[in-house]
């Protein structure tokens, strides 16, 4: 595309209500992929060691690829486009999930190891999809924008545990180690993303960004002048609400297990699923409340329901019922931190600078929650439930107390 055609408006909304769509699609495959490695890690990390104390290695690994590979990514799409960045997420994932076939064959736990954490790198890349999202959207849109592609791992969320059956009976039927036949709709779906965003991420949304940020006046482009100051809070934001949301969220289940004191499998299954729906199920309305009454603003009301979140999990945490709510709340206030979190990095940063940024931001977000998840533990095991849900409500304080600053800006809608 010419230079001319990018820098036309209407040329613009077509090519961005396409890559929305794209964005949205390559979500839910993405989603798919990833949730058979979130559903089936821990187990067969357990095969393959035959401990249950290494099974947990399964969900750190994955963090832990995702954190490496967010900046990595983010500074290929600065010079090469998104769709670069995304396709050589998916390659790398698809390389994982190879290889963690190949490790439960072998019985070869570091092979494993490695394989989860190439699994990681396309969940950066799914990460930085609603990034992309914004790189041509307007600022009156910028926030549904990027909700409807957060909204869109709901789908893929859902469905990747609802394969698992489906997926052991494939592998049975082909002689696949147990545990890795549902790896082969995750393979199947990373195909399908990769091939989705070579052929429909065209043209590609950062590099006309790049384009017409070089081609027209910084001061007629009021939302690509930077902002540090801002830049830092939502970062700060983000990573704060995930790390809160991450820590409750991971010693849930074993809270639940404790009060159940026997099977608690169907309790954890309803209230997970619960959360989940609240982290993804209402983030566009998110988004359109960020753009019509400000980012900041809905960041702080996510602090809002965290704090709700917790204090219901302080409240309630002898009860079932009490949990669920708090884990319902918890997930409703980290899609609103995230969403408006997320959409106010985008708008305070140069189009220079914003790829740089939001690497960092998912790379920061990524490792807090994985140190987040393990602090946990020794909260809970010191101080029990209630006593995590009054510490993690210093950081929703924190992120409240701080928010002042970011709105000391030229900028009504910061």
Not at 288 to 298: E, I, N, P, Q, Y
Not at 374 to 391: F, K, N, P, T
Not at 394 to 403: F, G
Request: proline fraction near 3%; charge should be positive.
């Amino acid at each position: 595309m010419t230079l001319s055609a990018a820098l036309d408006e209407a040329a613009i909304a077509r090519i961005q209500s396409r890559t929305v769509r794209t964005l949205a699609v390559g979500q839910v495959l993405g989603g798919i992929a990833f949730g058979a490695t979130v559903s089936l890690g821990a187990l067969l990390a357990k095969d393959i060691t035959g401990q249950d104390a290494l099974s947990g290695f399964a969900t750190a690994f994955v963090t832990l690829g995702a954190a490496l590979a967010a900046i990595p990514l983010a500074r290929l799409a600065a010079r090469r486009g998104r769709r670069t960045a995304l396709t050589l997420g998916n390659l790398l994932a698809l390389i994982g999930i190879a290889i963690v076939i190949s490790a439960a064959a072998s019985a070869t736990f570091w092979l494993f190891l490695i394989g989860v954490v190439l699994i990681g790198t396309g969940n950066a890349g799914n990460l930085q999809s609603r990034f992309a999202a914004t790189d041509l959207a307007t600022p009156a849109r910028r926030g549904r924008e990027l909700s409807v592609v957060v909204w869109a791992t709901t789908v893929g969320a859902v469905a990747g545990p609802l394969l698992l059956g489906p997926g052991e009976a494939l592998g049975r039927v082909l002689g696949m180690p147990v545990h890795t036949g549902s790896y082969l709709f995750s393979l199947a779906a990373q195909v399908a993303a990769f091939l989705l965003y070579i052929v429909a991420l065209r043209p590609d949304p950062l590099r006309i960004a790049q384009q017409r940020d070089a081609a027209v006046p910084a001061a007629a482009l009021g939302a690509s002048v930077d902002r540090p100051r801002v830049a830092r809070y939502a970062i700060f934001a983000v990573a704060a609400s995930h790390t809160v949301m991450a820590s409750v969220m991971a010693m849930t289940p074993v809270h639940l297990q404790h009060m159940t004191m026997g099977d608690a499998t169907v309790i954890v299954g309803v209230t997970i699923a619960a959360h989940v729906a609240g982290m993804y199920g209402l983030s566009p309305v998110f988004g359109w409340l960020s753009d019509r009454f400000g980012r900041v603003a809905v960041i702080v009301l996510g602090q809002a329901l965290l704090a709700g979140a917790l204090v219901a999990a302080f409240v309630g945490s002898a009860s079932h019922a009490g949990v669920l709510i708090a884990l319902v709340l918890l997930g409703l206030g980290w899609s609103a931190a995230t969403v408006a979190g997320s959409t106010l990095l985008t708008e305070a940063s140069s189009v220079e600078r914003r790829p740089r940024r939001q690497g960092l931001s998912d790379s920061l977000m990524s490792l807090c929650a994985g140190v987040g998840a393990i602090l946990a533990g020794l909260v809970l095991q010191a101080v029990e439930y209630r006593g995590l849900a009054v510490v993690a409500l210093v950081l929703v304080i924190a992120v409240t107390v701080v928010s002042p600053f970011a709105l000391r800006v030229r900028d009504p809608r910061a």
